[in-house]
């Protein structure tokens, strides 16, 4: 099991630019989730999704989009890149419907920078 | 609304010396709690977490934590630490609805020194 995946790792866009992260997983899970970290802001929910074909937003989803055609991916957009986006985005995905050990796994992380 | 705050935004301590990060949480319902942890330039994992039962968690490596529901508060100890220590942690909520959203707090560096 290769866990959660992120592409790519790093990436430098210019404002008004834009670009699209991918989440992959092999487990079978069900949720999956994007984050963005920020210094001293820990993680906060962007968008999620409780299977294939749903999207929802989370606490800061403006200048964001996402879908989840497949159930192991789960695709962040930036149509109009701004330097306010730049940060460090995670995904995360969780067990199965009906577990019940409740925690999320996380990728390894994607670091934006927009200039 | 779910709101976590963890108070200390770095916490230096000496190797072999005993820890407490603290983090404490505000809900309206019942809630699921965990700590992570990240070490650099890496991704979080899971260190440990309260479901239900017994308050008292306890991780592989040393770590625990008690759930204390009068105090809304989910502090995490380590009665040794070692230099491998040094990380991030963030304590994060979860409300039992159907989403299993995480609200994180703002993390605690826990720096270990020689």
């Known amino acids: 099991n290769a866990g959660v995946t992120q592409t790519p790792k790093f990436r430098v866009l210019k404002t008004g630019q834009s670009m699209t992260l991918l989440c992959a997983q092999d487990m079978n899970h069900e949720y999956m989730y994007w984050y963005r970290q920020d210094p001293g802001m820990g993680l906060r929910l962007i968008h999620y999704?409780?299977?294939?074909?749903?999207?929802a937003k989370g606490e800061v989803p403006d200048g964001y989009n996402v879908s989840r055609l497949k159930k192991q991916n789960f695709l962040l957009g930036l149509e109009s890149a701004a330097p306010s986006q730049t940060s460090v985005y995670f995904c995360?995905?969780?067990?199965?419907?009906?577990?019940?050990?409740?925690?999320?796994?996380f990728g390894p992380g994607t670091r934006l920078t927009v200039t | 609304a779910q709101s976590v705050t963890q108070l200390d935004s770095q916490v230096p301590v000496f190797e072999e010396a005993p820890v407490e990060l603290r983090c404490n949480y505000s809900?309206?319902?019942?809630?699921?709690l965990f700590w992570y942890v990240q070490y650099p330039n890496q991704g979080l994992q899971l260190l440990l977490k309260?479901?239900?039962?017994?308050?008292l968690v306890e991780s592989i490596n040393g770590f625990e934590a008690e759930f204390n529901k009068s105090q809304t508060s989910f502090h995490l100890r380590k009665p040794s630490v070692h230099i491998s220590d040094t990380a991030e942690y963030f304590c994060a909520v979860s409300e039992k609805d159907s989403s299993y959203k995480l609200i994180f707090g703002s993390g605690t560096r826990l720096l270990v020194r020689p």
């Open positions: 309260y479901l239900s039962g017994s308050t």
């Open positions: 995360a995905s969780r067990i199965p419907l009906g577990g019940r050990t409740y925690e999320q796994y």
């Open positions: 809900s309206s319902v019942s809630v699921y």
């Open positions: 999704s409780v299977g294939e074909g749903t999207t």
